[in-house]
């Protein structure tokens, strides 16, 4: 079983629709979730950041950590053409083991 | 120059060739990262330095050899590819070990 399972897509929604991008896990150890995001012919970039179970908002995005389940979501509202890209998963479990273990990402298309 | 840099942004070599890749970070970061990504992959971890030393060489062939000069400066040699090598290389950087890393646009290596 691989640590970080994503399912690579492609999804394609039009715009204005709520994209829901998600993730599950297997390390029970994993404790910071993240979300990148990476443009074509670019390199992925931190979108958001979540320590432990919870819910963190940043404008129209929002990131969901469920722990018990080792679920981890990504939810866009009012998704528009820009947000066109790959979005990777990343689990850490902190401390002195520093390493990121990374979905495949899924490829996201929004039709204008 | 800002951020993380990389140069070439595009290669394609020889399986006998010689060449090597360059990543350049603007951001007085200490630890400095080399990451694979293939198509329909995870992101692969190859190896991490730490001031200036190497922390982490995540089984990676020996046709591959880092260098890294100074906390700024990050190169991977490379020599005797092999065509399953194409892949985009990618360079990351953070303050200290586990903290937030920050990608550059990678440079896409097709190995012929």
């Known amino acids: 079983q691989k640590e970080v399972e994503q399912d690579p897509g492609p999804l394609s929604v039009p715009e204005g629709a709520i994209v829901s991008l998600n993730c599950t896990y297997s390390n029970s150890a994993f404790q910071y979730f993240m979300w990148y995001r990476q443009y074509s012919r670019k390199g992925p970039e931190l979108l958001m950041y979540?320590?432990?179970?919870g819910n963190k908002e940043d404008g129209r995005f929002t990131a969901q950590v469920d722990k018990s389940s080792k679920y981890i979501s990504l939810f866009i509202r009012d998704s528009q053409p820009s947000d066109s890209a790959t979005y990777l998963c990343?689990?850490?479990?902190?401390?002195?083991?520093?390493?990121?273990?990374f979905g495949k990402g899924t490829l996201l298309t929004v039709n204008p | 120059e800002t951020g993380v840099t990389q140069t070439p942004r595009h290669l394609v070599m020889g399986m006998t060739n010689k060449k090597s890749l360059k990543c350049e970070q603007h951001l007085g970061h200490n630890a400095m990262y080399w990451y694979k990504q293939s198509a329909k992959k995870p992101l692969e971890l190859m190896f991490v330095y730490n001031f200036k030393e190497q922390t982490e060489n995540n089984s990676v062939p020996s046709r591959f050899s880092p260098e890294c000069p100074n906390s700024s400066h990050l190169f991977l040699h490379l020599h005797t590819l092999q065509p399953e090598d194409s892949a985009l290389y990618l360079c990351?950087?953070?303050?200290?070990?586990?903290?937030?890393?920050?990608f550059g646009p990678g440079t896409r290596l097709t190995v012929l």
């Open positions: 979540t320590y432990s179970s």
């Open positions: 990351a950087s953070s303050q200290i070990l586990g903290d937030t890393q920050y």
């Open positions: 990343a689990c850490d479990s902190g401390g002195s083991n520093y390493k990121l273990t």
